[in-house]
């Protein structure tokens, strides 16, 4: 049973142009169009964009940016995986069913408001980083079908009455995140798991809304961007072994 639930809940395939009312749906779709196209550019010529970590297929680069002293960094990486869709990377991108089970930095997760099928507002709270003060978060989260086989998932900070900022603890954090993936199989040959190819770009760009030591929080990315990014992908590969391939 709980295999057939993961399948009927994937996202939707074929674009996706449901109007919706909500208040945040403009927002949402022009903040969403902007970061699956921009997602797809290289950052082969462009200056400025280091290469920082490097593994197999995956690469990252960043580009060193600070605001009032603050690290403010864009992160963008490449990677292809071998066997998984687009559509499913997404899927478990996307879905908080699956988030403890790939996310390392996350200590609590709650879903603040369902917008509709395809969007969600999310309240998270990553582990403490020393010596910084611990940071939470609150974004509405976004999966779309594009053409060409692509599906991506954007993350972007919203506010909300019921999660006001600074009051506790934490420090509240700002990101705006978009994983576009595209599937791929060779000319002529339908689509099987044996023969798809799918290429990721995750870019990201998190401002930490207060005082973090700057070497502190690149050591961090430095670290982190890397794992997550094997350790998610990974994830999805092991998950969709033994399950037909969702296209
Ligand atoms: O994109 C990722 N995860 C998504 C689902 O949780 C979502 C999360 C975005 C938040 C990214 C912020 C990470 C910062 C974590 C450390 C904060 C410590 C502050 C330290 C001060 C010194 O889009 C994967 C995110 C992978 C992050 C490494």
Request: with cysteine; net charge neutral; charged share 25%.
């Amino acid at each position: 049973a709980e295999r057939q639930r993961d399948r009927v809940d994937l996202p939707p395939p074929g674009v996706d142009n449901r109007i919706t009312a909500h208040r945040l749906w403009p927002e949402i779709d022009r903040i969403s169009t902007e970061q699956i196209s921009a997602a797809f550019e290289g950052v082969g010529g462009e200056i400025g964009w280091q290469l920082f970590a490097e593994e197999g297929d995956m690469r990252m680069y960043r580009r060193e940016m600070e605001v009032d002293g603050m690290v403010m960094d864009p992160l963008k990486a490449m990677h292809r995986v071998k066997g998984v869709s687009a559509r499913e990377l997404c899927h478990y991108f996307f879905n908080p069913r699956y988030r403890y089970d790939w996310e390392t930095t996350l200590e609590t997760m709650t879903i603040v408001e369902e917008v509709s099928p395809d969007a969600m507002i999310f309240h998270q709270t990553f582990k403490r980083v020393w010596p910084a003060s611990q940071r939470d978060a609150l974004f509405w989260s976004h999966v779309r079908a594009a053409p060409h086989h692509t599906y991506a998932v954007t993350n972007h900070s919203t506010t909300h009455v019921d999660y006001p900022a600074n009051t506790g603890a934490c420090i509240r954090l700002f990101v705006t995140v978009c994983l576009a993936c595209r599937t791929t199989a060779p000319p002529g040959e339908a689509p099987t798991r044996d023969n798809i190819t799918t290429s990721i770009a995750y870019c990201s760009t998190v401002n930490p809304g207060g005082w973090a030591p700057a070497g502190v929080l690149r050591a961090v990315y430095k670290r982190e961007y890397p794992k997550f990014l094997k350790r998610f992908t990974q994830y999805v590969i092991d998950q969709c072994q033994d399950k037909p391939l969702a296209i």
